[in-house]
């Protein structure tokens, strides 16, 4: 695709979401979206499923999830009926804490701990590119959550030669909340994510190629 993004991310930041998945979908490319069911995935999920529901919908699924997390995933899977499609790590969750002892901490492994991060995210994750072959990725992403992501736009070109796509990527907290409240969308209570340590720092799934 040749695409000038920076008058594209003009003419799309203050576009509503579902104006610029439209948007998307209209470039006629093949799009996937992706979701980590973690508290307010199901703004994406709600906004994918209205506009472009045949959109398949990556969930690379760790085998860390805490039961609070699948609870309210099966709820938005049910309700919502998306295009789903699960990824799981090659190794179990079980094998891999008898090897690495535990979950490593970056602080006082980073080899071993970019290594747990390949393992149960990265390589599934890059597994579904490789099967649905997407020239579009729809994510959720937003501006204000980590350094890195300040250096993005609602377009921008991932290290795979993919058309990352933000829909939301200007939105704040309330304008979560407020989506959240006027959908009636469940939100787990409980999350974890065994590849980060803080909620603003990257798993290495917008940065890797």
């Excluded at 199901?42 to 805490?66: C, Q, R």
């Amino acid at each position: 695709m040749d695409l000038d993004l920076d008058s594209l991310n003009q003419q799309l930041r203050d576009q509503s979401p579902a104006d610029i998945i439209r948007w998307a979908a209209c470039l006629g490319e093949p799009m996937m979206g992706s979701t980590s069911f973690a508290p307010n995935a199901a703004v994406m999920l709600k906004l994918i499923t209205d506009v472009a529901p045949e959109t398949p919908i990556v969930w690379v699924d760790s085998g860390y999830n805490v039961p609070d997390t699948y609870r309210v995933a099966e709820k938005l899977i049910k309700r919502l009926q998306p295009n789903l499609r699960v990824y799981i790590p090659e190794v179990t969750a079980e094998r891999r804490n008898a090897l690495m002892g535990g979950i490593p901490h970056p602080d006082d492994n980073p080899d071993l701990h970019a290594e747990f991060t390949r393992q149960v995210k990265l390589e599934p994750f890059n597994r579904a590119f490789e099967e649905l072959q997407p020239k579009i990725w729809l994510t959720g992403i937003r501006k204000e959550e980590t350094a890195f992501r300040q250096s993005l736009d609602v377009l921008s070109w991932d290290g795979r030669g993919v058309l990352k796509v933000a829909p939301i990527f200007y939105w704040n907290e309330s304008d979560i909340d407020a989506f959240m409240a006027e959908h009636d969308l469940p939100s787990c209570k409980h999350y974890f994510d065994p590849t980060k340590v803080a909620e603003n720092r990257e798993c290495g799934l917008h940065t890797s190629a």
